[in-house]
Protein backbone atom coordinates (compact mmCIF):
# COMPACT_ATOMS: atom_id res chain seq x y z
CA UNK A 1 0.00 0.00 0.00
CA UNK A 2 1.53 3.07 -0.98
CA UNK A 3 1.10 6.09 1.73
CA UNK A 4 0.21 9.28 0.39
CA UNK A 5 1.59 11.89 2.64
CA UNK A 6 0.87 15.03 0.46
CA UNK A 7 -2.33 17.03 1.47
CA UNK A 8 -5.39 16.94 -1.28
CA UNK A 9 -5.52 18.39 -4.61
CA UNK A 10 -7.79 21.02 -4.03
CA UNK A 11 -9.10 23.59 -6.88
CA UNK A 12 -11.75 26.01 -5.38
CA UNK A 13 -12.13 28.49 -7.48
CA UNK A 14 -12.99 31.52 -4.54
CA UNK A 15 -15.85 32.48 -6.71
CA UNK A 16 -17.36 29.32 -6.77
CA UNK A 17 -17.41 28.83 -3.05
CA UNK A 18 -19.81 31.29 -2.80
CA UNK A 19 -22.64 30.58 -5.11
CA UNK A 20 -25.97 31.32 -4.69
CA UNK A 21 -27.13 27.51 -4.66
CA UNK A 22 -25.26 26.22 -1.60
CA UNK A 23 -25.74 26.51 1.84
CA UNK A 24 -24.41 25.69 5.19
CA UNK A 25 -22.59 23.04 5.83
CA UNK A 26 -24.97 19.71 5.99
CA UNK A 27 -21.86 17.37 6.58
CA UNK A 28 -19.07 18.16 8.06
CA UNK A 29 -16.59 15.54 9.16
CA UNK A 30 -13.14 16.27 10.62
CA UNK A 31 -9.74 13.89 11.44
CA UNK A 32 -12.07 11.14 10.80
CA UNK A 33 -10.63 7.49 10.82
CA UNK A 34 -11.76 4.09 10.87
CA UNK A 35 -10.13 1.26 11.29
CA UNK A 36 -11.49 -2.23 11.37
CA UNK A 37 -9.93 -4.83 13.50
CA UNK A 38 -8.94 -8.69 13.38
CA UNK A 39 -10.71 -10.62 16.39
CA UNK A 40 -7.55 -10.55 18.41
CA UNK A 41 -7.58 -7.09 18.79
CA UNK A 42 -4.81 -6.17 16.22
CA UNK A 43 -5.79 -3.97 13.41
CA UNK A 44 -6.63 -5.30 10.22
CA UNK A 45 -6.33 -2.53 7.50
CA UNK A 46 -7.13 1.30 8.29
CA UNK A 47 -10.07 2.08 6.01
CA UNK A 48 -9.92 5.64 6.48
CA UNK A 49 -6.78 7.78 7.56
CA UNK A 50 -7.94 11.61 8.62
CA UNK A 51 -10.15 12.59 6.40
CA UNK A 52 -11.79 16.43 6.72
CA UNK A 53 -14.54 16.78 4.22
CA UNK A 54 -17.24 19.66 4.34
CA UNK A 55 -20.58 19.15 2.23
CA UNK A 56 -22.57 22.35 1.64
CA UNK A 57 -26.67 22.21 1.83
CA UNK A 58 -27.14 21.43 -1.86
CA UNK A 59 -23.82 20.39 -3.15
CA UNK A 60 -24.40 17.55 -5.75
CA UNK A 61 -21.07 15.25 -5.35
CA UNK A 62 -19.58 12.42 -6.65
CA UNK A 63 -17.11 9.71 -4.54
CA UNK A 64 -14.57 7.96 -6.65
CA UNK A 65 -11.61 5.55 -6.41
CA UNK A 66 -10.20 2.33 -6.89
CA UNK A 67 -12.20 -0.66 -4.96
CA UNK A 68 -11.22 -0.75 -1.69
CA UNK A 69 -9.96 2.80 -1.39
CA UNK A 70 -12.46 3.98 1.50
CA UNK A 71 -15.59 4.70 -1.05
CA UNK A 72 -18.06 2.99 1.28
CA UNK A 73 -16.43 3.02 4.67
CA UNK A 74 -16.75 6.75 3.61
CA UNK A 75 -20.53 6.50 2.55
CA UNK A 76 -21.35 4.46 5.42
CA UNK A 77 -19.73 6.74 8.20
CA UNK A 78 -21.68 9.82 6.34
CA UNK A 79 -25.10 8.31 5.91
CA UNK A 80 -25.05 7.07 10.13
CA UNK A 81 -25.01 3.27 9.04
CA UNK A 82 -21.68 3.05 11.29
CA UNK A 83 -19.13 5.36 13.33
CA UNK A 84 -15.43 6.50 13.20
CA UNK A 85 -12.70 5.29 15.10
CA UNK A 86 -11.55 8.81 15.72
CA UNK A 87 -12.41 11.98 14.47
CA UNK A 88 -15.42 14.22 14.42
CA UNK A 89 -19.06 14.33 12.18
CA UNK A 90 -21.46 16.92 12.14
CA UNK A 91 -24.75 16.57 10.38
CA UNK A 92 -26.77 19.60 10.31
CA UNK A 93 -24.47 20.72 12.80
CA UNK A 94 -25.12 17.63 15.28
CA UNK A 95 -22.52 15.48 16.62
CA UNK A 96 -22.88 11.88 15.55
CA UNK A 97 -19.31 10.60 16.15
CA UNK A 98 -20.47 9.22 19.35
CA UNK A 99 -24.19 8.51 18.97
CA UNK A 100 -25.15 4.95 20.24
CA UNK A 101 -27.09 2.91 18.04
CA UNK A 102 -30.86 3.70 18.48
CA UNK A 103 -29.53 7.37 18.02
CA UNK A 104 -27.61 6.73 15.07
CA UNK A 105 -30.62 4.97 13.43
CA UNK A 106 -32.94 7.46 14.26
CA UNK A 107 -30.34 10.16 12.97
CA UNK A 108 -30.06 8.05 9.77
CA UNK A 109 -33.94 7.74 9.40
CA UNK A 110 -34.44 11.05 9.68
CA UNK A 111 -32.20 12.54 7.80
CA UNK A 112 -30.69 10.03 5.28
CA UNK A 113 -31.94 8.69 2.09
CA UNK A 114 -29.97 5.92 0.68
CA UNK A 115 -30.40 4.08 -2.78
CA UNK A 116 -28.68 1.25 -3.36
CA UNK A 117 -27.18 -0.45 -7.24
CA UNK A 118 -29.48 -3.62 -6.61
CA UNK A 119 -32.40 -1.25 -5.70
CA UNK A 120 -32.44 -3.60 -2.57
CA UNK A 121 -36.81 -3.33 -2.80
CA UNK A 122 -38.90 -5.70 -0.76
CA UNK A 123 -40.43 -8.19 -2.83
CA UNK A 124 -43.41 -9.74 -1.62
CA UNK A 125 -44.65 -5.62 -1.09
CA UNK A 126 -45.75 -3.65 -3.66
CA UNK A 127 -44.02 -0.41 -4.10
CA UNK A 128 -46.24 1.53 -2.39
CA UNK A 129 -45.52 -0.45 0.70
CA UNK A 130 -42.46 -0.24 -0.09
CA UNK A 131 -41.94 3.01 -0.15
CA UNK A 132 -43.98 3.58 3.15
CA UNK A 133 -41.86 1.40 5.43
CA UNK A 134 -39.21 3.65 6.30
CA UNK A 135 -42.12 6.18 7.44
CA UNK A 136 -43.65 3.00 9.33
CA UNK A 137 -40.18 2.73 11.59
CA UNK A 138 -40.06 6.44 12.35
CA UNK A 139 -43.82 6.37 13.29
CA UNK A 140 -45.77 8.17 10.70
CA UNK A 141 -49.19 7.73 10.77
CA UNK A 142 -51.18 5.23 8.08
CA UNK A 143 -52.62 7.76 6.12
CA UNK A 144 -49.59 10.35 6.50
CA UNK A 145 -47.41 7.58 5.23
CA UNK A 146 -49.92 6.77 2.26
CA UNK A 147 -49.75 10.06 1.43
CA UNK A 148 -46.45 10.95 1.67
CA UNK A 149 -45.27 7.43 -0.32
CA UNK A 150 -48.03 8.57 -3.33
CA UNK A 151 -46.61 12.02 -3.65
CA UNK A 152 -43.15 10.08 -3.93
CA UNK A 153 -43.90 7.78 -6.39
CA UNK A 154 -45.97 10.79 -8.25
CA UNK A 155 -42.53 12.72 -7.72
CA UNK A 156 -40.64 10.02 -10.27
CA UNK A 157 -43.49 9.20 -12.30
CA UNK A 158 -44.79 5.48 -10.84
CA UNK A 159 -48.19 7.68 -9.45
CA UNK A 160 -49.76 4.67 -12.29
CA UNK A 161 -47.81 1.72 -10.83
CA UNK A 162 -48.91 1.56 -6.67
CA UNK A 163 -49.79 -1.76 -6.81
CA UNK A 164 -47.05 -3.67 -8.83
CA UNK A 165 -44.52 -5.51 -6.81
CA UNK A 166 -40.82 -5.21 -7.97
CA UNK A 167 -40.61 -7.97 -10.35
CA UNK A 168 -43.15 -6.17 -12.30
CA UNK A 169 -41.72 -3.55 -13.04
CA UNK A 170 -38.70 -2.36 -15.06
CA UNK A 171 -35.17 -2.24 -13.41
CA UNK A 172 -35.72 1.64 -14.61
CA UNK A 173 -39.19 1.68 -12.08
CA UNK A 174 -37.36 -0.47 -9.52
CA UNK A 175 -34.92 2.05 -9.21
CA UNK A 176 -37.35 5.07 -9.51
CA UNK A 177 -39.75 3.12 -6.82
CA UNK A 178 -36.28 3.15 -4.07
CA UNK A 179 -35.34 7.07 -5.63
CA UNK A 180 -39.10 6.90 -4.30
CA UNK A 181 -38.60 5.37 -0.94
CA UNK A 182 -35.19 7.48 0.29
CA UNK A 183 -37.42 10.47 -0.79
CA UNK A 184 -40.33 10.17 1.13
CA UNK A 185 -38.95 10.92 4.53
CA UNK A 186 -37.46 14.15 3.39
CA UNK A 187 -33.63 13.17 4.13
CA UNK A 188 -31.21 16.33 3.87
CA UNK A 189 -28.82 14.47 1.98
CA UNK A 190 -29.44 11.90 -0.64
CA UNK A 191 -26.61 8.57 -0.83
CA UNK A 192 -26.56 6.52 -3.66
CA UNK A 193 -23.63 3.80 -4.49
CA UNK A 194 -23.50 3.18 -8.21
CA UNK A 195 -27.53 3.96 -8.37
CA UNK A 196 -27.24 3.45 -12.40
CA UNK A 197 -24.77 -0.21 -12.15
CA UNK A 198 -27.47 -2.05 -12.92
CA UNK A 199 -29.09 -0.38 -15.66
CA UNK A 200 -28.55 -0.05 -19.60
CA UNK A 201 -27.17 3.35 -20.78
CA UNK A 202 -30.59 5.20 -21.53
CA UNK A 203 -32.55 3.88 -18.51
CA UNK A 204 -29.48 5.06 -16.51
CA UNK A 205 -29.22 7.90 -18.32
CA UNK A 206 -33.52 8.75 -17.19
CA UNK A 207 -32.02 8.29 -13.34
CA UNK A 208 -29.16 10.57 -13.62
CA UNK A 209 -31.99 13.29 -14.98
CA UNK A 210 -34.20 12.68 -12.14
CA UNK A 211 -30.99 13.07 -9.67
CA UNK A 212 -30.19 16.33 -11.87
CA UNK A 213 -33.96 17.37 -11.54
CA UNK A 214 -33.73 16.58 -7.56
CA UNK A 215 -30.06 18.64 -7.21
CA UNK A 216 -32.29 21.97 -9.22
CA UNK A 217 -34.95 21.83 -6.55
CA UNK A 218 -32.02 22.18 -3.88
CA UNK A 219 -31.33 18.58 -2.81
CA UNK A 220 -27.61 17.64 -1.45
CA UNK A 221 -26.51 14.27 -3.06
CA UNK A 222 -23.35 12.01 -2.25
CA UNK A 223 -23.12 9.60 -5.11
CA UNK A 224 -20.16 6.80 -5.57
CA UNK A 225 -19.53 6.19 -9.40
CA UNK A 226 -16.63 4.51 -11.45
CA UNK A 227 -17.89 6.64 -14.52
CA UNK A 228 -16.27 9.46 -15.45
CA UNK A 229 -19.45 10.68 -17.10
CA UNK A 230 -21.51 10.01 -14.58
CA UNK A 231 -19.02 12.57 -12.80
CA UNK A 232 -19.07 14.86 -15.17
CA UNK A 233 -22.47 15.62 -13.78
CA UNK A 234 -21.63 16.60 -10.32
CA UNK A 235 -20.47 20.04 -9.02
CA UNK A 236 -17.37 18.38 -6.90
CA UNK A 237 -15.36 15.04 -7.35
CA UNK A 238 -13.34 13.60 -4.37
CA UNK A 239 -11.40 11.05 -5.50
CA UNK A 240 -10.62 8.69 -2.88
CA UNK A 241 -7.12 6.48 -2.71
CA UNK A 242 -5.84 4.58 0.02
CA UNK A 243 -8.29 5.85 3.12
CA UNK A 244 -7.33 9.68 2.06
CA UNK A 245 -8.72 11.98 0.03
CA UNK A 246 -5.96 12.33 -2.89
CA UNK A 247 -8.49 15.02 -5.36
CA UNK A 248 -11.21 17.14 -4.18
CA UNK A 249 -12.36 19.28 -7.21
CA UNK A 250 -14.59 21.38 -8.20
CA UNK A 251 -15.49 21.75 -11.40
CA UNK A 252 -18.37 24.10 -12.44
CA UNK A 253 -21.64 25.13 -10.53
CA UNK A 254 -24.66 22.81 -11.90
CA UNK A 255 -27.82 25.09 -12.24
CA UNK A 256 -31.44 24.75 -13.60
CA UNK A 257 -30.05 27.41 -16.30
CA UNK A 258 -27.48 24.86 -17.48
CA UNK A 259 -30.17 22.65 -19.04
CA UNK A 260 -32.09 26.08 -20.73
CA UNK A 261 -28.96 26.07 -22.34
CA UNK A 262 -28.10 23.08 -23.27
CA UNK A 263 -31.95 22.81 -24.49
CA UNK A 264 -31.74 26.07 -26.68
N1 LIG B 1 -16.45 -4.61 7.53
C1 LIG B 1 -15.15 -4.66 7.19
N2 LIG B 1 -14.28 -5.41 7.90
C2 LIG B 1 -12.97 -5.44 7.57
N3 LIG B 1 -12.42 -4.73 6.57
C3 LIG B 1 -13.23 -3.96 5.83
C4 LIG B 1 -14.63 -3.88 6.09
N4 LIG B 1 -15.20 -3.03 5.19
C5 LIG B 1 -14.19 -2.62 4.41
N5 LIG B 1 -13.01 -3.16 4.77
C6 LIG B 1 -11.69 -2.90 4.17
O1 LIG B 1 -11.48 -1.50 4.21
C7 LIG B 1 -10.87 -1.03 3.01
C8 LIG B 1 -11.80 -0.02 2.34
O2 LIG B 1 -12.97 -0.72 1.87
P1 LIG B 1 -14.23 0.02 1.22
O3 LIG B 1 -14.57 1.21 2.04
O4 LIG B 1 -15.28 -1.01 1.04
O5 LIG B 1 -13.63 0.49 -0.18
P2 LIG B 1 -14.35 0.80 -1.57
O6 LIG B 1 -15.82 1.01 -1.31
O7 LIG B 1 -13.65 2.02 -2.08
O8 LIG B 1 -14.10 -0.39 -2.45
C9 LIG B 1 -10.61 -2.25 2.17
O9 LIG B 1 -9.29 -2.68 2.44
C10 LIG B 1 -11.59 -3.27 2.71
O10 LIG B 1 -11.13 -4.57 2.53
MG1 LIG C 1 -17.48 -0.02 -2.14
Given at each position: ??????T??????????T??????P???L?G??K????????????????V?????????V???????S?K?T???????????T??E?????Q?????H?E??????????????????L????N????V???????G????????R???A??????G?????????L????Q??AA????????????????P?????T?????????????H?????I???T???E??E??ER??R????????D??????T??D??????
Open positions: MTTLTTPTTSHDPALLAPHWGDVASNVTVYYKPDGSILVEALRGDLEIPQGQYAIMGASGGSLMNLLGCLDRPAGYALQGPVAKLDALSHMRGRKIGFIFQAFNISQLIEENETPLLYQVGREARRKAIELQLVGLDRLGHRPNQSGGQQRIARALAADPVILMADETGNLDATGDAILKLFDDLDEGMTIMVHDDVARCVIMRDGLIETVIHRHRPDDRLAAS
